[in-house]
């Protein structure tokens, strides 16, 4: 190995030539851009979906359907899953943190109680809506069904 060996690390020099240096540096011109046309002229993005001047795919497709922004999602939590819970964790009030303490709903979600299953022992439930089935077997046991 001597001096006539070295070549720099792979990758720390550029191989490409600059554009737009004037023409003495065999990019200058147009820069490589073409003649006309937005893709040559300086400040061009191309939108998102633009497909050269063709109709693009999502104005072409047929809409349909309605999408209600007042719509309210509920997380829902059986009565079967309620009862699961009192077993195991010998409570007799369950509320929204105690769903979520137990990894049963998000911390932002609003809660719904359901009616599959049955309850067995007499609780008080605090959510944000209620079946009409499920209040039914909570307040048919002695129970409360409060919502929030």
Not at 26 to 31: P, Y
Not at 51 to 62: C, D, N
Not at 114 to 126: A, F
């Amino acid at each position: 190995m001597d001096l006539s060996n070295l070549k720099p690390a792979e990758g720390s020099i550029k191989n490409s030539k600059r554009l737009g240096r004037g023409q003495g540096s065999g990019r200058g011109g147009t820069s490589t851009r073409g003649h006309k046309g937005a893709k040559s002229r300086s400040g061009y993005t191309k939108k998102i979906g633009f497909e050269g001047g063709q109709m693009p795919l999502y104005r072409l497709l047929p809409k349909f359907g309605f999408k209600n922004v007042n719509r309210k999602e509920y997380a829902g939590v059986n009565l079967d899953t309620l009862q699961q819970l009192i077993e195991v964790l010998n409570v007799t009030t369950i509320d929204v943190q105690l769903l979520v303490d137990n990894h049963l709903i998000s911390k932002n979600d609003k809660v719904k109680i359901l009616g599959r299953g049955e309850l067995k022992t007499k609780v008080d439930v605090t959510a944000h809506a209620f079946t009409a089935s499920a209040q039914k077997a909570i307040e048919s046991l002695g129970g409360v069904a409060t919502k929030i």
